[in-house]
């Protein structure tokens, strides 16, 4: 597969100091894990309602983003950084928390639904189709009653650190999808071993 030309990658979260730790904010750390890594420093855009740090991965430019609507109203400022950039969907790429995957799981994939993910439900909304999402596992308390609770709390301290295992294996693939293709990375993030077998 042809190397992908990503242009915007976009963590999904809740902003403020509260929600900072919880495992609804995987998607914000992964995109603070690159920042990190690649020099960036976030900034409040008031105009798109979000942080946006400019960094380069495999010799180009890339914007990524913190939402700060809130989970549940991401698409619009997706949406809106999107725009301004003349960003295509196929060079976007959002990462957010998986309940399906247990914690330290990390699946790359293109396309596909909401599955239940309120942040992707707005995003879909607002966006048009076609572009790459990065699903972080952070596991299921097992009680779909247990799921707002759940996703609003920390995670035990081993799970925090098989989350931020993921998190770092996903931003080592990065520039490997940028510059080598998606079937390159997806190889490379697929091969670890699953959390269920560490």
């Known amino acids: ?15 403020g100091a509260e929600h ?3 495992r609804h904010n995987a998607g914000f750390h992964f995109v603070e894990a690159l920042a990190a890594r690649h020099g960036g420093t976030f900034r409040y855009e008031p105009r798109h309602q979000a942080d946006l740090a400019r960094v380069r991965i495999a010799d180009s430019e890339v914007w990524l983003a913190k939402p700060m ?17 003349k960003i295509v969907p196929a060079e976007l790429l959002v990462a957010y ?3 399906d995957f247990a914690p330290g799981d990390v699946r790359l994939k293109f396309g596909g639904g909401h599955g239940g993910h309120n942040g992707m439900r ?18 299921h308390p097992g009680d779909r009653d247990k799921v707002l609770h759940y996703v609003l709390g920390r995670p035990s301290k081993a799970d925090e650190e098989l ?7 996903a931003a080592d693939v990065v520039p490997v999808m940028m510059q080598q293709g998606a079937q390159r990375a997806t190889q490379a993030l697929h091969a670890r071993p699953s959390a269920s077998s560490r």
């Open 1 to 15: 597969m042809d190397a992908v030309p990503l242009k915007l990658i976009v963590g999904l979260g809740n902003p």
């Open 20 to 22: 900072e730790r919880q």
């Open 69 to 85: 609507t809130y989970m549940n109203c991401s698409g619009g400022p997706l949406s809106s950084v999107a725009a301004f950039y």
């Open 97 to 99: 928390d998986e309940l």
């Open 122 to 139: 707005d995003v879909l909304a607002n966006s048009a189709e076609g572009f790459w999402r990065l699903r972080l596992g952070i596991g």
């Open 163 to 169: 989350i931020g295992a993921a998190i770092a294996a």
